[in-house]
C-alpha cells in the first residue's frame, strides 16, 4: 500500500497494532473511516486533502469510504426520505470515526460542509445514534495563510455530535501550492502533520470502538431510560 504514497519514508510510518490496542473481547476488524469534504469544485483543495489522507488511512489499516456530497439537498428543501440523505446516514452508522475537511470560506466552514453536518441527526436510527461515541479528525485548507477557524467550529461541532474529537489537527495553507496538478499533496511538513493527524485517529479509534458505549454512558439518560420504564409499568398495571 506504500507504494501509493510518494512522500512517505516507510520505516517511519507507523501501523497500529490491532491485536496490541485491543482488549480479548474487542472487534479486530479494520476500523471503519467514514469521510466527508466541502467543496464540489472542480479543482477541490479539500477533495484532494480528503482523499490523500484516505490513502495514508488505507495504508494504516483502515477501511475507508468517502461520502460524494454532489447532489445532497439542504436541510428543509427535502425529507430524510432523499436518496444523498439516506446514503449519508447509513455511511455514519456504519463508521466508528470520521475525518471532515473543509475549505475556509469568509472566515468559516462552507455551506456544504454545514449541510452534511445538519443532516446527521443527535437522535437514534434504529436504536444506535449516527456519530455517538465515534471518533473524529479534522482538517481545513486555506486559500493564504494558515488559519484554524475552520478547524475551530468543526471542533465545536464534533463536541456537538457527542464524538471523540482527537487533539491533533492539519491545516494546509495557501493550497494551491501544496499540489499538484494531478491532485497529489507535495512533500511538506503539512503533509507530515496529515499522517500524524491519520495516525492518530486510527490509535484513538482502536483504543476506544469497544469501550464507546461505556465512555458515552450518561446518567441523565440513565434517569430518563428508567422514569419511561417505571411509566409502561404503572400503565399495564391500570
Not at 495504508?59 to 456530497?69: K, Y
Not at 494531478?182 to 511538513?189: D, H, L, T, V, W
Request: proline share 6%.
Amino acid at each position: 500500500m506504500t507504494q501509493d504514497l510518494h512522500n512517505i519514508v516507510p520505516d517511519c510510518l507507523d501501523q497500529p497494532d490491532v491485536d496490541y490496542l485491543a482488549l480479548p473481547d474487542e472487534p479486530r476488524h479494520k476500523p471503519r473511516v467514514l469521510m466527508l469534504y466541502g467543496s464540489l469544485r472542480v479543482r477541490s483543495y479539500s477533495r484532494f486533502l480528503t482523499f490523500e489522507a484516505k490513502r495514508l488511512l488505507e495504508a494504516l489499516g483502515a477501511e475507508v469510504r468517502v461520502f460524494d456530497p454532489a447532489g445532497l439537498p439542504l436541510v428543509g428543501d427535502a425529507n430524510e426520505s432523499h436518496e444523498k440523505v439516506i446514503e449519508l446516514r447509513e455511511l455514519s452508522l456504519w463508521s466508528e470515526a470520521q475525518v471532515w475537511c473543509s475549505p475556509e470560506r469568509h472566515g468559516a466552514m462552507t455551506g456544504l460542509m454545514k449541510t452534511q453536518i445538519d443532516w446527521l441527526p443527535l437522535a437514534p436510527i434504529g436504536g444506535v445514534r449516527p456519530t455517538q461515541g465515534r471518533t473524529l479528525a479534522l482538517m481545513q485548507v486555506c486559500g493564504g495563510s494558515q488559519s484554524f477557524n475552520t478547524i475551530n467550529q468543526l471542533r465545536t461541532l464534533g463536541r456537538w455530535m457527542r464524538m471523540i474529537t482527537i487533539p491533533n489537527q492539519s491545516s494546509v495553507p495557501r493550497a494551491f501550492a501544496e499540489f499538484d496538478g494531478e491532485g497529489r499533496m507535495k512533500p511538506s511538513s503539512y503533509y507530515n502533520r496529515v499522517v500524524d493527524v491519520m495516525e492518530e485517529l486510527v490509535k484513538f479509534t482502536l483504543l476506544t470502538r469497544g469501550r464507546s458505549a461505556y465512555l458515552v454512558d450518561r446518567y441523565s439518560e440513565r434517569v430518563e431510560s428508567a422514569e419511561e420504564l417505571s411509566r409502561r409499568v404503572n400503565q399495564r398495571s391500570i
